[in-house]
């Protein structure tokens, strides 16, 4: 097996840059909060640091296509704003000055939100994703909003409407998705990090084909406003970064209160018109960069049969396998379990995710906003013409299935028993859990597919979601960290699933992982062995 | 040829049939905001400028529910016997339409937060109880403006996401007139609670009409139609009226009625099916995810229970064994809360229930009636009432005067005694100042007086006329009228 | 295929989806439709009886905003994305004519 070393992040912390100005090559080696560390310290500023991306941008974007929407002059304008605070001292946050890229179904005030769709081609929201208003506040500068599959619907990026996003190890393969467009702009340092949106692992599974960490935090702790909805019940945004501080420091960032209060009871608090989602659980434990210690000591993990079964590269069971061995090694107590109804999770999550997008999808008529059809006359041609226009064949098709199972003689058949096996998935989640701290498993099945290659077979794209989508369903917390690369030198993933509400344990676990693995690289350079 | 025999059956034996009618009835909730965001359900004002992107459908917003919605509904639901659902959800219902920004209503199928109630009302044959099926939870839609010169539809979201409920009765009415006992039961009870005014004409409480005819005696229910756009208790009784004939007519003619949707023209006095091939009616409901359940625990329902006010029928024994008003002036002032409010707040003054009652029987019903306004549009405050009361008890302005002075009042509630002030109206009680005019009015009517010297009384009534006159009409009559037979 | 998706499910669904795919379009659609609703009728094989259909992951409940208006006008805001508007309103082909 070759090891690749990704583009950036993988440095020890000895590396933390000094005083003096660096190269803009250097710049794009380190971490977001690295970066944030030497703009709090003067060795670099937010605007060196923003022209080191947009250099990088101009070198890789054209081939990769990780964006659909850069704001260059707004970019260096607002980096040159953050900088000015910085030096007055009113911004000393972790991520103040470090350029982010921000997935195109996040809507951000003045900038054009697409959701990589005909239907929102022109659409200029007026308001602010809660995630991103939150980033922006703690000074993060936007560069600009990275493709996707169209409205998320997808695991390869190759369904937008503005054209596929190359992955940046292999440019004949995708870069997964639907967060395809961020996790490719992070592994080619077209951004020091970026946003994402999980539904059924649209976070993790790019994140793990172009080897760097995607998060999904447990349902409720990102406040969904903002987020052009897929699956309502599913959706969470996460991080996707270079290294696993990097994603702790920026989910402790989004996860944050916009100002509003739980309700405890009809005679509880209730929030003065600060709250914008119902669904946001304003968790008091956020603060989740405490939990990056070096040690799994004790740490319960178990790994579910049912992920190493058939259907896995073997390639990638034996990187996962390595990983996990790696930290039996180190104190982990790693056995094999089995984790009841994998094979339900799929039909369930597509039942569910399409009957809430084909609801969720239905304000896309061609009134208020985007694009509309000409040449209809009447209203429900108009509406039709327009919907039949706008969107892709994968969200027709989604749409459709949706609109079906909800459909009148079916809900209960297809829809309620849908719910109903959600249920029992998440019972048996809290069974695993009762005996282990994290869950490990692949990410996806396969490294990055051929460009091309899925589309012609939605089902058998639909089966390389199995690793991810329960964690989607169950609501739980669940990080993709690089563990190795196959023969052609495709990242591979690792998955730590945690219980709800405990994303420290799996933090420490992957970044004890990750620094395991980083001393083992190191120390592979130094002797001149391959590991 | 089953028509030709059933016509021939009915030529000798008319058939009786039974009108058997439910209720949907939609009330507007008074709160200041809308049901899932923070734009103001302020009536008028330009189109669109009481929305936001959540009450506009705009990609990626989120509704959060207004408590007093909860609040209201419960309250309502307690006063119509209601069973509270303590666990209750939000469900979508979708359908595509432009006044609907989402394409889906926010509302509640499975569990919707009332159920199993009961009103009672007073018809014809006496008392009678009306099931109430189930009250729940909904936000409003836009409005559609017809633009007759680009023939296009407009679309104004101002009453978009408005909170409604929508009460559902059973189908336990048989004639108009019960339907109408039973909307005016449902409007006092509502308004009493506060929870919405409940105008049939603006539309803060609409009725939607589900109707079949069956043979008299039949155990099943015909086929039902739901008729909609229904603007008055007029419209109403006329809309059951021709529904009730029309179905009765398809039967008798051997033909099925169809379950539809009809509209109302008023105009025409006739209805027409809303049909069309887009209409699928199939609404796929399923739980909104963004919106999490609500628990009602007893806490809550006792404060909403405390909350509860005097209703009607306790107003009217009170007012029986309080004041001595008679029965039918109880009977209109507790028709509405409002004025019920106003009278207790005038009498709390200082008002003599009698004269307050007097004003709100006499002027204020003919001022409401003479501008077609609703009794819940009195814009007069009790205190202005009060003062004007005491003004004309004081006779510091006569009867006249002070009917004008309530006129004022009731257009834009001015203050009985600023306006007396800055118009000079008080009558003159100085006894010099009049003696002086009716003085010279004496003087400068010789002939009149001598009319009257000589036996004419009307004469009398003639130099009044000409004092009153030369006080402006600050004196009091009765006044000149003594001192003009002294002086002569 | 189990489930085969007839002309006039595929003309329903299209009348509640607002979508109107023709030609090959369709076809690939009513295919997909049908291997879909194969592959999720996996679901039957579970005996599902007694449990309760989960919609939320998390018992969260009772969350409510208080009633205070804090918008203002934001209509030009609201209508800058408008594809037709006319006096302040969006223009929507007339929904009278048939």
Request: overall charge negative.
């Amino acid at each position: 097996m070759r090891e690749v070393l990704p583009f950036a992040g993988q440095r020890s912390a000895r590396q933390v840059p000094g005083k003096e100005k660096r190269q803009i090559m250097d710049i794009l080696s380190l971490s977001a909060v690295e970066l944030g560390t030497a703009i709090r310290e003067g060795a670099v500023t937010a605007v060196e640091a923003m022209e080191a991306v947009l250099g990088r941008i101009e070198e890789s974007e054209e081939k990769l296509h990780c964006y659909i929407t850069i704001e260059k002059e707004k970019a260096l304008e607002k980096a040159g704003q953050v900088q000015k605070k910085i030096e007055a001292g009113e911004l000393a946050g972790p991520l103040a000055g470090v350029p982010v890229a921000v997935k195109d179904n996040l809507c951000t005030a003045g900038r054009r939100t697409t959701c990589a769709s005909r239907i929102l081609e022109n659409f200029v929201p007026t308001y602010t994703a809660e995630a991103v208003r939150n980033l922006e506040q703690a000074g993060a500068v936007i560069i600009g909003k990275t493709n996707m599959d169209e409205f998320a619907f997808g695991s390869t990026t190759e369904t937008s409407a503005y054209g596929v996003t190359r992955n940046p190890h292999q440019p004949e393969h995708v870069p997964g998705g639907s967060s395809g467009g961020s996790a490719a702009a992070v592994a080619a340092g077209e951004c020091f990090f970026a946003l994402g949106s999980d539904t059924g692992g649209s976070v993790r599974q790019p994140a793990s084909h172009c080897g760097v960490v995607g998060m999904k935090p447990t349902y409720g702790t990102v406040s969904r406003y903002g987020l052009v909805a897929y699956g309502s019940s599913l959706d969470q945004i996460g991080p996707l970064g270079r290294t696993v501080e990097d994603c702790a420091a920026i989910l402790e960032t989004i996860a944050a209160s916009g100002g509003g209060a739980l309700g405890s009871g009809p005679d509880g608090e209730a929030a003065a018109g600060t709250r914008k989602d119902s669904t946001y659980l304003n968790r008091k434990d956020i603060d989740f960069t405490s939990s990056l210690k070096k040690d799994v000591k004790g740490m319960r993990i178990g790994m579910p049969r049912d992920y190493f079964g058939q259907g896995l590269d073997g390639e990638v069971a034996k990187a996962v396998r390595m990983a996990a061995k790696l930290l039996a090694e180190n104190g982990a107590v790693v056995e094999e379990f089995d984790l009841n109804l994998v094979e339900y999770a799929i039909p369930a999550y597509y039942t569910i995710a399409a009957a809430e997008a084909s609801s969720n999808l239905e304000r896309f008529d061609g009134i208020k906003y985007g694009y509309r059809a000409s040449g209809a006359e009447e209203l429900h041609q108009m509406y039709k013409k327009t919907r039949s226009e706008g969107f892709g064949p994968e969200v027709k098709r989604r749409i459709m299935l949706g609109s079906f199972v909800l459909s009148s003689g079916y809900y209960d058949a297809y829809y309620l028993k849908a719910l109903r096996v959600k249920a029992m998935i998440k019972k048996a989640f809290d069974q695993a859990f009762a005996g282990y701290d994290c869950i490990l498993g692949p990410v996806a099945p396969t490294t990055a597919p051929r460009l091309g290659e899925s589309l012609s077979d939605p089902l058998k794209m639909y089966l390389g979601d199995i690793y991810t989508i329960s964690a989607n369903l169950a609501g739980l917390p669940a990080i993709s960290v690089p563990c190795g690369a196959d023969s052609r030198g495709l990242p591979i993933g690792l998955q730590l699933i945690g219980d709800c509400f405990q994303e420290k344990k799996i933090l420490q676990a992957a970044y004890t992982y990750e620094q395991l693995r980083r001393a083992g690289q190191e120390k592979a350079v130094r002797t001149g062995e391959g590991r | 040829m089953a028509t030709m025999k059933s016509a021939q059956m009915n030529k000798g034996f008319p058939k009786e049939y039974e009108t058997v009618i439910g209720l949907e009835v939609h009330v507007e909730l008074a709160t200041n905001t809308k049901i899932f965001c923070g734009c103001s359900t302020a009536f008028g004002g330009k189109p669109n400028s009481h929305t936001c992107p959540v009450c506009t459908g705009m990609p990626g917003t989120l509704p959060v529910l207004n408590k007093k919605v909860l609040e209201h509904a419960v309250a309502v639901g307690l006063a119509t016997n209601c069973t509270i659902t303590r666990y209750c959800k939000f469900d979508r219902k979708n359908y595509f339409y432009p006044d609907n920004p989402q394409n889906y209503q926010i509302s509640q199928l499975y569990l919707p937060i009332c159920r199993d109630g009961y009103v009672e009302i007073e018809s014809g044959e006496g008392k009678k109880r009306i099931g109430i099926h189930e009250i729940h939870m909904e936000e409003d839609a836009g409005k559609l403006i017809h633009d007759e010169w680009e023939d296009c539809t407009l679309v104004d979201y101002n009453r978009s996401g408005v909170p409604l409920i929508e009460i559902v009765s059973e189908p336990d009415m048989r004639s108009a007139e019960e339907v109408i006992a039973y909307l005016d039961k449902l409007r006092l009870i509502i308004q009493y609670l506060g929870a919405s005014d409940c105008k049939l004409q603006e539309g803060s409480m609409r009725a939607d009409v589900n109707l079949s005819v069956r043979e008299a005696g039949a155990a099943q229910y015909g086929t039902r139609t739901e008729m909609k756009n229904l603007n008055s208790f007029h419209a109403i009784a006329r809309a059951i009226e021709g529904e009730k004939n029309r179905q009765i007519d398809l039967l008798e003619a051997g033909q099925a009625v169809v379950q539809e949707t009809r509209r109302w023209d008023d105009l025409k006095g006739t209805s027409y099916a809303m049909r069309s091939k887009e209409d699928a009616r199939d609404y796929r409901y399923f739980p909104d995810p963004d919106l999490v359940p609500v628990s009602i625990d007893d806490g809550f329902l006792e404060e909403i229970r405390s909350r509860q006010p005097e209703f009607r029928t306790e107003k009217m024994a009170r007012y029986k064994a309080e004041y001595d008003i008679p029965d039918y002036d109880i009977e209109i002032i507790t028709g509405s809360k409002h004025m019920a409010d106003i009278f207790e707040a005038t009498v709390a003054l200082g008002g003599q229930p009698k004269k307050v009652s007097n004003w709100l029987m006499g002027e204020t019903l003919r001022l409401l009636k003479e501008k077609e306004m609703d009794p819940e549009d009195i814009r007069f405050s009790p205190e202005h009432l009060a003062s004007l009361i005491a003004l004309a008890e004081s006779r510091a302005v006569n009867s006249t005067v002070a009917k004008e002075i309530f006129e004022r009042m009731f257009e834009e509630d001015v203050d009985p005694e600023k306006y007396v002030e800055e118009r000079g109206l008080k009558m003159v009680s100085d006894e010099d100042a009049l003696r002086k005019a009716v003085e010279e009015v004496i003087a400068a009517n010789p002939k009149s007086v001598q009319d009257y010297r000589g036996g004419k009384e009307r004469a009398l009534g003639f130099l009044v006329g000409q004092t009153m006159k030369a006080m402006k009409g600050k004196a009091d009559p009765a006044g000149v009228n003594r001192m003009l037979k002294d002086l002569l | 295929m189990a489930n085969i998706i007839s002309d006039e499910t595929m003309e329903y669904v299209g009348i509640l989806a607002k979508l109107e795919l023709s030609g090959e379009e369709r076809e690939q659609a009513r295919k997909d439709m049908g291997r879909m609703l194969d592959y999720i009728d996996k679901l039957n094989e579970l005996d599902t009886a007694g449990v309760e259909p989960m919609s939320h992951v998390f018992p969260a409940q009772n969350v409510f905003r208080e009633d205070v208006v804090t918008n203002g006008d934001e209509s030009e805001g609201i209508l800058s994305n408008a594809p037709a508007e006319k006096d302040n309103m969006f223009a929507v082909p007339n929904v009278m004519s048939r």
